[in-house]
């Protein structure tokens, strides 16, 4: 990878929560300008924890990045607030989509302009965002809470292009919707990337999707990476597809059946 060509660059990224809870255990990873980077991993294994770190969302879940550093096109910027990573173009899709429930699409997405001024930039990034997302024009004056998973997922990323980001973190798009509307979500990002030039760091659990529309891919397990590579060569290697993709392996469950056991449980805690 070209130096030059980078946009972020984690090095060694140690996380800590509440004082001793060491998550992280030395991250690293690349994105280069323009590209889809996919961080892949079963439940648990430190995704969302590492966006949190680069967006600095982290210091709200009482962790801290304790070893390392995180660089944005050559510039360290583990002390920034969030704010400040906002206005430099780093913005992060959190899990679980979270819409504002009694505001409308359209109020929603205007969420995502409070760093910008100017009102004709900001009715010209929104019909953009319409572009992108036609199904969130026809629901613009509806109330988030009674539109679909899909919608809201589409309505979270659609604030986050109101920032005018230059790189978006994305965690796990897919979660929660049926795989169609899945494929819907990613051909968008894909659309994104390809002409609008956004750079995607993406957070999933689902392997086979992310892998087919992202340009390489990290894979994490307990805090570490422990493989990478392009995503063609990922998507063909076979100790990623026994353990991550849960083909092969007698009796082996795909890690989305434990995921989605582990996240029932939690409902029902
Ligand atoms: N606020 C917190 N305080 C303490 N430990 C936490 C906190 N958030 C996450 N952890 C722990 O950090 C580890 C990594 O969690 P993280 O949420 O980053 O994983 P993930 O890869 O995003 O998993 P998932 O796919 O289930 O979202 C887990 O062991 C989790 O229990
Ligand atoms: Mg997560």
Avoid at 67 to 93: D, F, H, M
Avoid at 135 to 141: A, G, I, S, V
Avoid at 240 to 266: I, Q
Wanted: proline share 2%.
């Amino acid at each position: 990878m070209d130096s030059n060509s980078i946009v972020l660059n984690v090095n060694g990224i140690e996380v800590i929560y509440n004082h001793v809870i060491l998550v992280l255990k030395g991250v690293s990873l690349q994105v280069p300008e323009g590209g889809i980077v996919a961080l892949l991993g079963g439940n648990g294994a430190g995704k969302t924890t590492t966006l949190r770190a680069i967006s600095n969302l982290l210091r709200a879940e009482r962790g801290e990045v304790t070893k390392g550093s995180i660089e944005l096109r050559g510039e360290r910027i583990e002390n920034l607030s969030p704010a400040e990573l906002v206005q430099r173009g780093v913005v992060q899709v959190m899990e679980g989509r979270h819409c504002f429930a009694h505001l409308s699409i359209e109020e929603n997405l205007m969420t995502g302009s409070y760093t910008r001024r100017d009102k004709g930039e900001i009715a010209a990034n929104l019909e953009k965002v319409y572009t992108y997302f036609p199904r969130l024009k026809t629901r613009r004056t509806s109330q988030a809470a009674y539109t679909s998973g899909g919608e809201q997922q589409m309505c979270a990323i659609g604030r986050a292009l109101m920032t005018n980001p230059s790189i978006v973190l994305l965690d796990e798009p897919s979660m929660g919707l049926a795989p169609q509307i899945v494929d819907e979500v990613f051909h968008i990002v894909k659309d994104l990337n390809t002409k609008e030039k956004v750079t995607f760091l993406l957070a999933e659990q689902n392997t086979n999707m992310a892998l087919k529309y992202a340009d390489y891919g990290y894979i994490m397990e307990s805090g570490r990476i422990v493989m990478d590579g392009n995503a063609h060569d990922l998507a063909n290697n076979s100790d990623v597809k026994e353990f991550y993709l849960g083909v092969g392996g007698e009796g082996r469950k795909s890690f989305r059946d434990v995921k989605s056991y582990k996240r029932r449980k939690r409902w029902l805690a």
